[in-house]
T-cell receptor
């Protein structure tokens, strides 16, 4: 079983819909990252969380450390949000910053 | 700042050939790393460096070498390319290895080994 699991693997939405992508992990962590990979291949860091909630524009990321779970929400989705969203965690015992990555969630937003 | 610059963007090699993927960052980041991305799998760490002169192995280091002679550059060498090394390679850097340090990725190198 992977230490970081994302769901769903694939998601299709209509423009304007509210979207939730989930990330569950099985190890103690010191930080969780949400990344976005566009069809062209480049990867951008969206959020870094160790507790609570962060918001940037239409994106909201939450984390529940006790439940070992994080969610990425997109409000008023738009076709330009179509991308692969990747969750990555830093193991609590890591003193070198190594990350464990989920397999990614492929989101397609249709106009 | 250019951020993290990777070259080349695409490369085709024959089995047994060697090559170097270049990675440079201009943000004075201490931490640099190389990942490979394969279909159906998450990004996997090949090698990483926590500062000039210091490198260490990640999950999948076999067949790859790295060096970190300067803070800016972290090249990845394929010693004798194999078809199993066909993948997309990403270089990433972070200011340091603290939990609050975000990742910055290069645009990737798509490598095909025939």
């Amino acid at each position: 079983k992977n230490e970081v699991e994302q769901s769903p693997q694939n998601l299709t939405a209509q423009e304007g819909e509210f979207i939730t992508i989930n990330c569950s992990y099985s190890v103690g962590i010191s930080a969780l990252h949400w990344l976005q990979q566009h069809p062209g291949g480049g990867i951008v860091s969206l959020f870094m969380l160790s507790s609570g909630k962060k918001k940037h524009g239409r994106l909201i990321a939450t984390i529940n450390i006790q439940e070992k779970h994080s969610s990425l929400h997109i409000t008023a989705s738009h076709p330009r949000d179509s991308a692969v969203y990747i969750c990555a965690v830093r193991h609590l015992s890591s003193n070198t910053g190594k990350l464990i990555f989920g397999q990614g969630t492929t989101l397609q937003v249709k106009p | 700042n250019a951020g993290v610059t990777q070259t080349p963007k695409f490369q085709v090699l024959k089995t047994g050939q060697s090559m170097t993927l270049q990675c440079a960052q201009d943000m004075n980041h201490e931490y640099m790393s190389w990942y490979r991305q394969d279909p159906g799998m998450g990004l996997r760490l090949i090698h990483y460096s926590v500062g000039a002169g210091i490198t260490d192995q990640g999950e999948v280091p076999n067949g790859y070498n790295v060096s970190r002679s300067t803070t800016e550059d972290f090249p990845l060498r394929l010693l004798s390319a194999a078809p199993s090394q066909t993948s997309v390679y990403f270089c990433a850097s972070r200011r340091d290895w603290s939990p609050n340090s975000p990742l910055h990725f290069g645009n990737g190198t798509r490598l095909t080994v025939t």
